[in-house]
Structure formats: C-alpha cells, structure tokens
C-alpha cells in the first residue's frame, strides 16, 4: 500500500513538470532562471525544499540517531545558518549583478580562468549532492517495494531527468510547492504521532542536552562543528541555491527569501532530529535494517501517515534533484562550454544544449550513488568541498578590493589540495567508512576526520591574503557588470548605476 501510495505521488510530480513546459515558452531565461520574475514568497518556499529533501532530513534522522541529536541538528542548522548569512550579506549583491550561474559572477570579479576554475568545481560537488539524494530514493524503494537499491536508483533518474528537461525553473517552482504543502501536513502529523502514541523518550548522551557532542572530540565534536560549518558557508556558493536567488524578481525580494527560508528550515527540519531519537527505542534492533526513518514509518506507523510523510520526502528529493540538474546543466552549457557565449539575450541554442547535457550528468551522480550508500554524509562532503576551495575567493572578493585573479587562483589550488589530499588517506568520512576513494597508509588515521575540514579552509584562506597582499589594488570598474540591473533594483541593492 504505502509503494502504491509513493508511485502516485511520483506519476503526479512529473505530470506537474511536463506541464510546466507551458510557461517555458521557448525562452531559455524562463527555462534557467524563471524569467526573473518570482516573489520573494515563491523564492523562500523554493530554499526551503531544497532543504528539506531526503538526503537532509533522512540523514539528520540517521545520524541523530546514531551519534546524538547534534550531529544530526547540525544539517538543518547548517543550512538555516547559511540562507541567514545569504540574506544580511549576499542575497542583493548576488541578484543585482544580473548574472544567471555562479561562475558567471565570479569571473565579474575574477576573470575567465576563475569563472573554468568555479565551474569545474560546483559541477563535481553537485554531482556528489545528486547522488545523495538518489541514495535516499534507492533506500526508499529498497525498503517498501523489495526492489533492490541499485534497481530503486535507476528507476528514479528517468523520471527526474524528464519533469526538468521540459519544465526547467519552472517545473522546480511547481513541484516545490507541491511537496511544500504535502511535508507540512507530514511532518506535522509525524510529530503529532509520536508524541501521543511512544512520546518522546531520548536515549541517554544522544539528547540535545548532552553538550559532549559539541565539546568532546571522543563524542564527535569536531564532525559536528566540521559539519555545522561546511553546510553554513560551504552553501553559500551553491549553485542550485544562487540560481533560485537570481530567479527573484528584485535584489529585496532575493533578500527577504533568504531570511525568511532560515527560519523555515528549522522549524521543519528540527522536529525530524527529536523523532529520530524516540525512534531508537520504538524500532530496537531493527534500527540497523535501513534509514531508522523508513523502519519507523513502515514497521509502526498507520499507512496512511507513512504514504503522507514518504510522499512528502520522495517529492522534495526529485525538487531537489531537478533543480541541481538544471543548475549543473546551466553551468555546464553556459560557462564551459560557452554555448552563444556573446549573444546579448540568451538564445534557443542555450536551451537545448542544457537539456542535452542533462542525462551524462544524471549518470555521473548515480555512479557515485551507487558507490557510497550514505545520506547526510554526501550532503557535507559536498560543502564541504565548495569551502576547501570557493568561499575564500567567494567572500572576500565580495568585500574586498585587493586580490585579483591570482589570490582566487592560489584559495582555490591550495583549499582544495589538502581537503582531497585529507580525504583520501583519511579511512572515514564523517564518521562513516570510506568507501568512495581511499588510499591505506600509517600517515592519516580516523583522528583527523572533521579537522580536515578546517585545515583545508584555513589553507584557502590563507593563500588568498599571502597573494593579494603582493597584488596592486585594482581599480574600480563600473563595467564589471554587463548586464546592469534597472535603477530601482540597483539602489535596493546598494549599488549606484553607472553613468
């Protein structure tokens, strides 16, 4: 019952995404970017369920579960830290620069080689992101229908690669809403549910009390802070998360979506956290069996809650899916390979090649899916990555003037030399074994796990000042935006036009 429940809720969200083909209309900037025309209301919902997809709440269950309530809360915190920085910092400046992919903003700051450099970069990290996602499907359909994961996985991409490929932004906004709605109503019941049927019993040193998990690297700590970190900044520079910023009609209506998604995402996704933990002693030793979220909702709940939650989930992991396929597809197309690159308005070209180099990308992330079966911990690494390498040349190119091309260059070599180094003499990633790439040596053990993290972006950090310390000051440039924003769009975002 509860599959066929699921297999109706995945037939309904990609009947939604053909339909939104409609307002495609041909227009690849309504494909990409939503003709630029959302509210800030749409904007915030999109973030939202960009969070709260399978790989974030099913790993916040299980590594709340597994290790304590921080090391899972630390997902959903992350996040909501990085839309509050996003929103007071960045959201104006990133949706007045007129530009419609990430690297394409960078190299307004830094140059082509940075803009190849941040390219190269998101791809792979996204590619990570997606298998995240596909892991949790493939659990999904492993656990409720006796498919086996592999089988769960390769009937999923099909379907995601199809509602995106005709309704890009547009099929994102569709279904965002949907699943907005549908996990409301689910996680709500969910919480509901567990309170008046098992109440909320926490095993003792998991609970959000037992602050060891925070001070004590013998509890984790530092893989919670390693965590907590590379969500809140690594994000910053997603490329799924700018593209629905620059969909936002105006620099303010960016701005309040950002504010606004933080907060929603906690009051979301904690509750997942407190139910993971009352849940350890509900399913026992069936724990091990699969996602603890699974075994509850299929082993203890009524049918009903568990279509309705798993509905809800299913959807915002193929909203999210599409979206970072759409994203990926869009950097692939118009930064490396510079499809109609001069053109003054994006052109029918652009369109199509993003939806051609949709499918190798799809394939690429459900390799790795297939490869390491994990949930939160694909979702870390992958920001984990983008802070090794980005944020520096990210944040500071933002704020400051001094540093140019070489600075990013240096943040970008050296960050992401000793993160990847790190990862892979390390045997753990995140306290899960290493299973991806691991190279077995006496040099790194398990110890350095989550310090990695910040060594890496300390190193960025630090190879970007030592350079732009010896760099002359550029000169300000009113020409670094090609597309200027209109004058009320420019003075929201605190920029004078140029004359």
């Known amino acids: 019952m509860v599959i066929v429940g699921v297999g109706v809720c995945m037939a309904l969200i990609a009947a939604i995404g053909v339909l939104s083909a409609r307002r495609v209309r041909g227009d690849s900037t309504n494909y990409l970017v939503a003709g630029r025309s959302l509210p800030a209301a749409m904007v915030a919902t999109l973030l939202v369920s960009q969070a709260v997809d399978s790989n974030a709440t099913l790993g916040n269950a299980d590594l709340a579960a597994g290790f304590g309530f921080w090391a899972g809360a630390a997902l959903p915190l992350g996040l909501a830290l990085c839309l509050l ?7 104006r400046r990133i949706r007045a620069s007129g530009a419609v992919t990430l690297p394409e903003f960078f190299q307004r700051r830094f140059g082509q080689g940075t803009r190849l450099a941040a390219s190269a970069l998101t791809v792979g990290s996204f590619a990570i992101l997606l298998a995240g996602n596909l892991v949790a499907v493939g659990f999904l359909f492993e656990h409720f229908s006796g498919l086996s994961y592999a089988t769960g996985i390769w009937l999923t991409i099909p379907l995601a690669v199809l509602y995106t490929l005709f309704g890009g932004m ?4 569709s279904t965002g809403l949907a699943q907005f709605a549908l996990n409301t109503v689910g996680i709500v019941a969910l919480t509901i549910w567990m309170a008046t049927s098992h109440g909320f019993t926490i095993p003792e040193g998991l609970g959000p009390g037992d602050l060891e998990q925070l001070t004590s690297t013998e509890h984790g700590a530092a893989i919670n802070w390693a965590t907590l970190i590379a969500l809140g900044l690594g994000n910053l520079v997603a490329i799924d998360l700018t593209q629905r910023i620059f969909s936002a009609r105006s620099p303010r209506d960016a701005r309040t979506a950002a504010l606004s998604a933080s907060a929603g995402i906690v009051v979301f996704c904690l509750p997942l956290s407190f139910v993971a933990l009352a849940a350890v002693s509900v399913v026992g030793d069936r724990a091990a069996d699969g996602p603890i979220l699974y075994v509850l909702l299929g ?11 798993i509905s809800g989930l299913l959807a915002a992991s193929l909203t999210t899916i599409g979206g970072i396929l759409l994203a990926t597809s869009s950097v692939v ?24 180099v949709m499918p190798p990308i799809a394939l690429a992330a459900t390799v790795v899916a297939l490869r390491v079966p994990q949930t939160g911990i694909l979702l870390t690494l992958t920001f984990d990555l983008l802070l090794a390498s980005l944020i520096a040349p990210f944040i500071l190119g933002t704020f400051w003037r001094r540093g140019g091309a070489r600075a990013a260059g240096a943040a970008i070599v050296v960050g992401i030399a000793v993160r990847l180094v790190c990862f892979v003499f390390t045997p753990t990633i995140y306290g899960t074994e290493n299973t991806l790439l691991h190279v077995s040596n006496d040099w790194l053990s398990s110890s350095i796990d989550g310090w990695s993290t910040f060594l890496a972006a300390g190193a960025s950090l630090l190879a970007y000042l030592t350079v732009a310390a010896f760099e002359p000051v550029p000169a300000r440039r009113t020409e670094e935006r090609p597309t200027e924003p209109t004058a009320p769009a420019a003075a929201d975002a605190g920029l004078a036009p140029a004359r």
């Open 170 to 173: 547009f099929a994102g906004l």
């Open 299 to 309: 082993d203890h709940a009524p049918t009903w809650l568990a279509v309705l939650v």
């Open 85 to 91: 920085l996003l929103g007071l910092f960045f959201a």
């Open 333 to 356: 197309v118009r930064d490396v390979l510079r499809v109609d690159d001069g053109a003054e308005v994006m052109t029918p070209r652009v369109l199509r090649a993003t939806r051609l």
